[in-house]
């Protein structure tokens, strides 16, 4: 179950799945990135080590340059 939290920007949203995949991983990513903090220079990302929480998990849901763009947003 992805959590996202920003209590200074009053915002908290959770997404429940079945599974937590590599290919969920990305897209809670890329929602942080691109339509909940799009004018973010830097999002702040605190998460346990679960093995679906690596940059290779971006690379199997996404084009390379897609890829290689949403962890440079991402400071954790």
């Known amino acids: 179950m992805p959590s996202r939290f920003a209590p200074l920007e009053r915002f908290r949203h959770v997404k429940v799945t079945d599974r ?7 897209q809670v990513l890329k929602a942080l ?3 909940h903090f799009p004018d ?3 999002i702040g ?6 093995n679906t929480h ?12 897609e890829a290689r763009r949403l962890p440079r947003c991402m400071d954790n």
């Not at 937590?20 to 990305?26: F, G, R, S």
């Open 54 to 65: 690596k940059p290779a998990s971006l690379y199997e849901a996404f084009p390379a340059a």
């Open 45 to 50: 990302l605190v998460q346990d080590n679960l």
């Open 20 to 26: 937590h995949t590599t290919l969920d991983y990305a």
């Open 40 to 42: 973010a220079k830097k």
């Open 33 to 35: 990135s691109d339509t």
